[in-house]
C-alpha cells in the first residue's frame, strides 16, 4: 500500500516568517494530494489539494508543490500568524476511495 | 454547508461489551465514508472505505470481524467496535465525501475500554 513520510515533525517559526513542510509518497498511481489543519481538540480541515497533473497550487499565504518524478509535495506557509500553529497533515490518494496520511507535522507560529 | 457529526463524543464501556459509533452526513449526501483511528499525537490511520449499500473495504491488518462497518443509507455510516478490548481506547473519526475529491471530517469520539 502507499506510504507517506512527512518532515518535520516539530517546527517552530518566528511570526512573519514561511514555514514548508515536506511529504514523500511511494505508490506512483496516487494522484491526489491533500493538506489538512487540525487544531487542538479540533477535526482536520482541508487547506490546500493538488493534483497529480498540476505541479503547483496557491491560494493566498498557502501553496503546494508536488513533484511527480521524485514523489514529493510540499506546504509553503508565507508571512505566518499566530493562528496558524496547528498540527499539518499531508495525505496521498492513489484511488480516491483510501487516503493515506503522513505522521504530521505540529507547526508553533512564535509571536 | 458540508457538516459532518458523529455520535458519541465520547464512550466508556467495559471489556467484552460493543459499542456502536455513528457517522452522519447533516446537509449532503456522502456517497463514500471513511474511518480512521487516530492515537494521541499522530496520524490518522486510514481502517476502511465505505459506500452506500455496499460492503466496506477494510485496509491490512484491520479486522473485518471486530469493527464492523455499515453504510446503511447516504447519511448514516455506523462502526460498531465488537468484543472490545483496552487496546482498541483510541479516537475514531469519520469523514464523508459528497462526490468530489474533498472529504468532510467529523469530530471524532473518544473510545476508552476499561
Known amino acids: 500500500g502507499e506510504n507517506v513520510e512527512q518532515h518535520p515533525s516539530t517546527l517552530s517559526v518566528q511570526e512573519g516568517d514561511s514555514a514548508v513542510i515536506k511529504c514523500t509518497y511511494s505508490?506512483?498511481?496516487?494522484?491526489?494530494f491533500p493538506w489538512y489543519k487540525q487544531e487542538l481538540g479540533k477535526r482536520p480541515q482541508l487547506i490546500i489539494d493538488?493534483?497529480?497533473?498540476?505541479g503547483e497550487k496557491k491560494d493566498q499565504r498557502i501553496a503546494v508543490t508536488l513533484n511527480k518524478t521524485a514523489k514529493h509535495f510540499s506546504l509553503h506557509i508565507t508571512e505566518t500568524q499566530p493562528e496558524d500553529s496547528a498540527v499539518y497533515f499531508c495525505a496521498a490518494s492513489p484511488t480516491g476511495n483510501q487516503f493515506y496520511f503522513g505522521t504530521g507535522t505540529s507547526l508553533t507560529v512564535i509571536p | 454547508g458540508a457538516v459532518v457529526s458523529q455520535h458519541p463524543s465520547w464512550v466508556i464501556c467495559k471489556s467484552g461489551t460493543s459499542v456502536k459509533i455513528e457517522c452522519r452526513s447533516l446537509?449532503?449526501?456522502?456517497?463514500?465514508m471513511f474511518w480512521y483511528r487516530q492515537f494521541p499525537k499522530q496520524s490518522l490511520m486510514l481502517m476502511a472505505t465505505?459506500?452506500?449499500?455496499?460492503?466496506?473495504?477494510?485496509e491490512q491488518g484491520v479486522e473485518k470481524d471486530k469493527f464492523l462497518i455499515n453504510h446503511a443509507s447516504l447519511t448514516l455510516s455506523t462502526l460498531t467496535v465488537t468484543s472490545a478490548h483496552p487496546e482498541d481506547s483510541s479516537f475514531y473519526i469519520c469523514?464523508?465525501?459528497?462526490?468530489?475529491?474533498?472529504?468532510?471530517f467529523g469530530p471524532g469520539t473518544r473510545l476508552t475500554v476499561t
Open positions: 493538488i493534483r497529480s497533473n498540476v
Open positions: 505508490d506512483s498511481a496516487s494522484n491526489y
Open positions: 469523514s464523508a465525501r459528497q462526490g468530489g475529491d474533498e472529504q468532510y
Open positions: 446537509d449532503f449526501q456522502a456517497t463514500t
Open positions: 465505505s459506500n452506500e449499500g455496499s460492503k466496506a473495504t477494510y
